[in-house]
C-alpha cells in the first residue's frame, strides 16, 4: 500500500521528535540529581549557576520538553502506521522544527539566567521577553502535529465513510484535541506577558496570569496522562496477546477526558487571595470528575490483563499476574507505572481535597505528588514504549534489553524511594522548590532531613536507571544491526467498533463542547478578578 | 455499546465514593469551618508601608481576647519576624506581599496562605501547643528564597 521509502520517510521524522524527548529527559535528569543532593544538603550550587536556574531547567525540560517531543512523535507514528496513505512529511517536520526552536529560544534565556522563573514562570517575577515567546513558539508547534493528525482523520473519513477512525489514531486525536482547548489558556498568557516584558504595558494583572497559567497547567498533567493511555489502552495489550477490553468505552474515556481536563485548574490556587471559596468549591467537585475516566481505565486495563489469562487457561489473581510478561521491557514500564498510579492517584484526591489541601499546598508532598504521576505512569510508559518504538523505527533490535529491563525496575524502585520520601517530609512541613531547607537548624527543619536524604538515594537510583535508558536508546540506534521488520500492530478490541454509538466518534463536536464547558466553569472566577482588577505588578527580578 | 455487570459495579463503586468524600469536604467546611483561605481585599502593594495596619505590622489584642497579627511579606523576609502569641489564643493572620508572590506557611499547621502583592489573605488559628514554630516562605520569590523566614513563640498559658 505504501513504499517502502515513503514509509522510512515517515520514521526519520518520528525518530527526531522521540530522540529529542530522549536527550530532554537525559540533560532534565542531571540537573534532577543535583536538585536531590542539595535540598539533602550534600552539596551546593555554583553562584555561575544558582540552585533555581538548574530547577528552572529541571521543570522545563522534563515537564514540556521530554512529555511534548514524545507525544507529539507517538502520535505522528501511531497516525501513520494506522492510515497507511501517500503522504508527505513536511507537517511532521515543519512541528518539530518550530518545537524545537521555541525550546532553543526558551531554554538559552535560562541557561542565560534572564529566565529563573521556574516552569510555572508566575508573575510579577518578570523573565526576558524571549523566554515567554520561545514557550508561545513551542505551542505553536504542537498545534502543527496536531493538525496532521485532524488531516488524516479527515483523509479516512473521506475515503472509508461510516467506518469508525482506527482507535489508536482516535485516541491520539482525542488527546490533541485537548490539548488545543487547553494551551488557549497559556496563549492568553502570554498575551498578557509578552507586551508586558517588553515594557510595552506597565503592569499585569497578576491574579489573571496565575488562573490562565492553571487553566493550561493542570490539562497538561492529563496531556501526559492521556499519552500514557494511547499506549495502556492500544500497544501494551499486544505485549501479553491480549486485547483492547472495550472499543467503545475506550473512546468514551477518552472523550470525558476532553471534556473534563480543563474545567480544574484552580485547585491549584485553594490558598490564593482574590478568588472566593465558593469557586474553589466548586473546582473540586469538578477536580473529583476527572478521576472517573481513570477509574474506566483501570477497569479496562486489568480487564484486558484477565481476559488474557483466561484465554492462556490461567485464572484468578495469581494466574493473571503469572501470566503477563514481566521480562519484557515495554511491558514492565508501563506496569510498574500502572502501580506508581494508583498512588499518584490517592494523593491526587487529597491535593482536590478543598480544605485538605491546606496541610500540604506547595510542600515537598505535591513534588511527590506529581513525581509518582508524571514521573511514574507517564515517563516511565514513555520510556518503556520507546523501546518498543526503537526497533520499529530503525529495524535494529533493541541493544541490550536486560540492562533496558533492570532500567524499569531501577526506575520503580527510585520513585517509590523518591516519593514516599517527599510524601513524609511534605506532611511534616518541608516546602518545595527550596534549594536549602535547614533554616538555621530549627528543630522542625532537622526533622525533615532524614526523609530529604532518603529522597536523594531514591533520586541517585533514578538518575542511574535514566544512564541505563539514554545508554539502551543511543546503543540502539549507534551499535545493532538491521534485524527487525518494522511492522508495528496495535490491539483490537474485544468489543469491536461495530457496536460504538456514532456519538462516540465525533471529535471535533465534543472538543467544541468542551472549550464551552471550561469557559463556563472558568467564567466566575474570571469575571471575578476582571471585576477587582485592583493593582497591577510592574514586575520584577528578584535573582 | 455493552458494559460490563463487573464494570458497572466498579463505576458504581468509584462514584459512591467521590460522592461520600465531597460530603464529608462539606461537612467539615459548614460544621467546622475548615475552608481555604480567600482573602478579598485589596491594597496597593507600593503603599503598603503607608497603608495602616500594615504601616505597623505585628500582633494586636482584640476587647474580646482574640488576636489580629500583620504581616509584610517581601524579598526575602517577614516583618515582623519574630511573634509572641499566648497559647490556646485565637489568631487572625492578615498577609500581603509588596513585591512578588510570597507563601505563607507554618509547618505542623494548616496555617498556609499565598501572599499576592495586591491583596491581603487571610486565615484564623488557635496554637494548641507551645513552642517555637517556623514561618516559611513556601513559594520561589527569587535568588533569597531559601532565606525567607520567621519565627513564631507561642508561650505556656
Known amino acids: 500500500m505504501t513504499s517502502d521509502l515513503q514509509v522510512r520517510a515517515e520514521n526519520r521524522v518520528v525518530l527526531a521528535h522521540v530522540y529529542t524527548s530522549t536527550a530532554a529527559i537525559a540533560l532534565g535528569a542531571v540537573f534532577g540529581v543535583f536538585q536531590g543532593f542539595s535540598r539533602a544538603g550534600a552539596v551546593s550550587a555554583p553562584p555561575w549557576f544558582d540552585y533555581y536556574r538548574m530547577l528552572t531547567m529541571h521543570g522545563v525540560l522534563m515537564a514540556l520538553i521530554f512529555t511534548t517531543f514524545f507525544i507529539t512523535g507517538l502520535s505522528l507514528f501511531v497516525t501513520y502506521r494506522a492510515i497507511p496513505r501517500e503522504r508527505n512529511v513536511t507537517c511532521g517536520w515543519l512541528g518539530w522544527l518550530v518545537m524545537l526552536a521555541g525550546t532553543a529560544m526558551a531554554a538559552s534565556e535560562i541557561l542565560a539566567g534572564n529566565a529563573t522563573v521556574l516552569y510555572t514562570f508566575y508573575a510579577p517575577l518578570k523573565a526576558s521577553p524571549w523566554f515567554y515567546i520561545g514557550a508561545t513558539i513551542l505551542v505553536l508547534g504542537t498545534w502543527i502535529v496536531a493538525f496532521e493528525i485532524f488531516e488524516n482523520i479527515v483523509y479516512w473519513r473521506k475515503r472509508n465513510p461510516g467506518v ?31 507586551p508586558w516584558a517588553f515594557g510595552w504595558v506597565p503592569t499585569v494583572n497578576v491574579l489573571l496570569t496565575r488562573v490562565f497559567f492553571w487553566y493550561f497547567g493542570h490539562p497538561l498533567v492529563y496531556f501526559w496522562i492521556m499519552g500514557a493511555y494511547v499506549i495502556w489502552y492500544n500497544i501494551i495489550p499486544t505485549r501479553y496477546g491480549g486485547n483492547t ?45 476527572v478521576a472517573i475516566p481513570s477509574f474506566i481505565t ?62 500540604v499546598h506547595n510542600t515537598i508532598w505535591i513534588v511527590g505528588h506529581f513525581h509518582v504521576t508524571v514521573g511514574g505512569p507517564v515517563a516511565l510508559t514513555f520510556v518503556g514504549a520507546t523501546y518498543w518504538l526503537i526497533p520499529r523505527l530503525t529495524g535494529r533490535a533493541l541493544w541490550k534489553p536486560k540492562l533496558a529491563l533492570l532500567q524499569t525496575r531501577l526506575w520503580f524502585i527510585g520513585m517509590l524511594i523518591m516519593s514516599f520520601s517527599m510524601h513524609f517530609a511534605g506532611l511534616l512541613g518541608a516546602p518545595r522548590r527550596t534549594s536549602d531547607v535547614t533554616y538555621q537548624g530549627a528543630a522542625v527543619a532537622q526533622s525533615w532531613h532524614p526523609y530529604m536524604t532518603a529522597a536523594a538515594i531514591g533520586g541517585a537510583i533514578l538518575f542511574l536507571s535514566i544512564l541505563a535508558f539514554v545508554a539502551v536508546a543511543l546503543g540502539t540506534l549507534l551499535q545493532n544491526r538491521k534485524t527487525e521488520p518494522m511492522e508495528a500492530t496495535f490491539a483490537t478490541a474485544a468489543e469491536p467498533s461495530a457496536t460504538t454509538p456514532a456519538m462516540l466518534q465525533h471529535l471535533f463536536r465534543w472538543g467544541v463542547i468542551a472549550l464551552a464547558f471550561a469557559v463556563i466553569v472558568y467564567a466566575g472566577p474570571i469575571g471575578e478578578i476582571i471585576r477587582h482588577p485592583g493593582y497591577g505588578s510592574s514586575g520584577l527580578r528578584t535573582w | 455499546m455493552h458494559i460490563h455487570r463487573y464494570e458497572r ?21 459548614v460544621e467546622n469551618s475548615i475552608v481555604p483561605p480567600s482573602g478579598m481585599q485589596q491594597i496597593d502593594p507600593k503603599l503598603v508601608a503607608r497603608t495602616p495596619p500594615f504601616d505597623h505590622p505585628g500582633l494586636r489584642r482584640l476587647s474580646d481576647g482574640s488576636y489580629e497579627a500583620y504581616y509584610v511579606a517581601q524579598v526575602f523576609a517577614f516583618d515582623p519576624p519574630l511573634l509572641v502569641i499566648p497559647q490556646d489564643a485565637k489568631v487572625t493572620f492578615y498577609v500581603t506581599s509588596t513585591d512578588v508572590v510570597h507563601g505563607f506557611f507554618i509547618p505542623g499547621t494548616a496555617v498556609n496562605m499565598m501572599a499576592v502583592p495586591g491583596w491581603v489573605n487571610t486565615q484564623t488559628h488557635v496554637f494548641r501547643r507551645a513552642g517555637e514554630y517556623l514561618l516559611i516562605c513556601h513559594e520561589y520569590c527569587g535568588i533569597g528564597h531559601q532565606s525567607m523566614f520567621g519565627k513564631i513563640e507561642v508561650t505556656k498559658r
Not at chain 1, 164 to 186: D, E, N, Q, R, S
Not at chain 1, 299 to 318: D, N, V
Not at chain 2, 12 to 26: D, H, K, N, R, S
Request: hydrophobic residues 60%.
Open chain 1, 245 to 289: 477490553f472495550s472499543d467503545g468505552l475506550t473512546r468514551l474515556t477518552f472523550i470525558m477526558l476532553i471534556l473534563l481536563s480543563t474545567p480544574v485548574g484552580i485547585h491549584h490556587e485553594f490558598m490564593e487571595p482574590g478568588i472566593s471559596s465558593a469557586w474553589k468549591a466548586l473546582f473540586t467537585i469538578t477536580t473529583y470528575g
Open chain 1, 164 to 194: 469508525a477512525v482506527p482507535l489508536v489514531v482516535f485516541c491520539a486525536a482525542a488527546t490533541f484535541v485537548m490539548w488545543i482547548v487547553a494551551t488557549l489558556g497559556v496563549v492568553a498568557e502570554m498575551a498578557l506577558l509578552i
Open chain 2, 9 to 29: 459495579w466498579w463505576m458504581t463503586f468509584g462514584i459512591t465514593m467521590l460522592v461520600a468524600f465531597l460530603a464529608l469536604l462539606a461537612f467539615a467546611a
Open chain 1, 298 to 359: 483501570a477497569f479496562a486495563i486489568f480487564a484486558s490483563f484477565e481476559l488474557a489469562a483466561i484465554k492462556q487457561g490461567r485464572r484468578g489473581f495469581i494466574g493473571t499476574v503469572k501470566s503477563l510478561p514481566w521480562s519484557d521491557p515495554a511491558f514492565a514500564g508501563a506496569a510498574y507505572g500502572m502501580l506508581l498510579f494508583i498512588l499518584g492517584g490517592f494523593g491526587g484526591l487529597v491535593n482536590a481535597s478543598y480544605g485538605m489541601d491546606a496541610v
